[in-house]
């Protein structure tokens, strides 16, 4: 902010091409660091504080944990890569929450994506995935709202007058944003894939879902397949007893 002050003062001087250049390429630093999630890039990494989330439900062996903000760019392009490792390897996908304080529509959008869960979870993740995929024309609160209106007229669905009267559906929205800061997520996405009775990691963080999210589940597999059985010994076959002969009794005579 310093130096934008200093590049508004009035100068005497006409500006250089190379002071003007500078700037411009200053302003454009600010906006990409705004593309980013939270307080840090997303390449630093996580350092996990509290692995409690870090846990595929009970019964799987491998699931992919995710914390993403429905305004984030980078969560958008993201979005299409897990939704296909979820489609090839058939592992559960836990979608958290975790809102960006200066976004101005993603709370919303998190609610209306909870609103729909509670009609059924495959709907609930289809609008997460259509804002994802749409992100890029949703540029306030008005437009999303559009958009969520198409979004259950194609789904012959009647939308309520007020999507959470009692503030259920926000207070989840915040424990998600909670538990993400208690796990030490600074910046979305968040990706992991974690695992249980690993011979490997229990989790690891893809940084880049487009080239390593799916050789990180191959090897989350390959750690956490049950060791293959010995075949059983086959036995030798009986041989068949010889037949004896009855003995022949002496003619009577």
């Excluded at 390449?43 to 429905?70: C, K, N, W, Y």
């Excluded at 999210?213 to 397949?225: E, G, K």
Aim: a positive charge; hydrophobic letters at 45%; one cysteine or more.
């Amino acid at each position: 902010m310093f130096h934008f002050i200093c590049l508004a003062r009035p100068v005497f001087a006409p500006p250089s091409r190379t002071r003007l250049f500078f700037g411009l390429a200053a302003a454009l630093l600010v906006a990409a660091a705004g593309a980013h999630a939270q307080f840090a890039t997303p390449s630093a990494g996580t350092q996990v504080l509290d692995t409690t989330a870090l846990h595929p439900p009970a019964g799987a062996r491998v699931a992919i944990v995710e914390f993403a903000d429905m305004e984030c760019p980078a969560c958008a392009y993201a979005n299409p890569f897990v939704k296909a490792a979820v489609a090839q390897y058939k592992i559960p996908w836990i979608r958290h929450d975790f809102i960006i304080p200066y976004h101005t529509w993603s709370p919303i959008a998190a609610l209306n994506a909870r609103w729909f869960d509670s009609i059924s979870k495959a709907l609930g993740g289809e609008y997460r995935d259509q804002v994802f995929a749409n992100q890029s024309s949703i540029y306030n609160p008005d437009q999303l709202r559009q958009f969520t209106q198409k979004f259950a007229d194609e789904h012959k669905i009647k939308l309520p007058f007020a999507m959470d009267p009692q503030g259920k559906l926000a207070d989840a929205i915040k424990a998600d944003s909670e538990l993400g800061r208690r796990t030490g997520i600074t910046a979305t996405p968040a990706i992991f894939v974690v695992t249980s009775n690993s011979k490997g990691a229990p989790f690891i963080e893809v940084q880049h879902a487009d080239t390593q999210l799916f050789q990180v589940i191959d090897q989350a597999l390959a750690d956490t397949a049950s060791p293959a059985k010995p075949a059983p010994k086959a036995t030798p076959a009986k041989k068949p007893a010889a037949k004896v002969a009855p003995a022949q009794t002496p003619a009577a005579k």
